[in-house]
């Protein structure tokens, strides 16, 4: 199995900090990663997707980057809106599909 | 818009079969990898295995399942009913989750439309 492995697990930050989370392959999956988002008691939803690709409908200040084995989920500038949980997930291998454990974003 | 609903008992004894329906609506039914994915309480999300429906009778209802749950876990299509469904053998508490079903595109498997989720407790 590939695993994946995110950092920080959490992270505080205010209204308006550029935010990163990173997602780690344990092995390469070229550009095979997505980024989705979730709030409490809702489904993921997808934001990027191919490593750095937007997906139709959100906002141009989340960005995705990588490759090989190192990836990155950037927010430009928070929102109140985006404060949740966020997931990568690579789409390399396909037995099985992996996600990262998770990255809570908190309210500091 | 694309909308799925996850149907089924919200609870289950041990030892039993868990057995889920996801209905889709909306949108086209092929060529599509149809999903399920869970999320024990408080923890991080499972693909469980999907089942792809290409829209040809010749080529559709090949699965891939995650070998961790492969000898538990049969996924069915029904195009008739723009269904799709999932059964879990032999299940433990450590079963207990939220289940979604999801879809994913044919050119790469992201889940670009979820369910809303159902939570499934397995318990006596």
């Known amino acids: 199995d590939i695993q994946m492995t995110q950092s920080p697990s959490t992270l505080s930050a205010s209204v308006g900090d550029r935010v990163t989370i990173t997602c780690r392959a344990s092995q390469s999956i070229i550009t095979w990663l997505a980024w989705y988002q979730q709030k409490p008691g809702k489904a993921p939803k997808l934001l990027i997707y191919?490593?750095?690709s937007l997906e139709s409908g959100v906002p141009s200040r989340f960005s995705g980057s990588g490759s090989g084995t190192e990836f990155t989920l950037t927010i430009s500038s928070l929102q109140p809106d985006d404060f949740a949980t966020y997931y990568c997930q690579q789409y390399n291998s396909l037995s099985p599909l992996t996600f990262g454990g998770g990255t809570k974003v908190e309210i500091k | 818009q694309v909308q799925l609903q996850e149907s089924g008992p919200g609870l289950v004894k041990p030892s039993e079969t868990l057995s889920l329906t996801c209905s889709v609506s909306g949108g086209s039914f092929s060529p599509y990898y149809w999903s399920w994915i869970r999320q024990p309480p408080g923890k991080g999300l499972e693909w469980i295995g999907y089942i792809y429906n290409s829209g040809s009778i010749y080529s559709s209802g090949n699965t891939n399942y995650n070998p961790s749950l492969k000898s538990r876990v049969t996924i069915s299509l029904d195009t008739s009913t723009n269904q799709f469904s999932l059964r879990l053998s032999s299940v433990t508490a450590a079963d207990t989750a939220v289940y979604y079903c999801a879809r994913a595109l044919a050119l790469g498997v992201t889940f670009d439309f979820w369910g809303r989720g159902t939570l499934v407790t397995i318990s006596s």
């Open positions: 191919k490593a750095s």
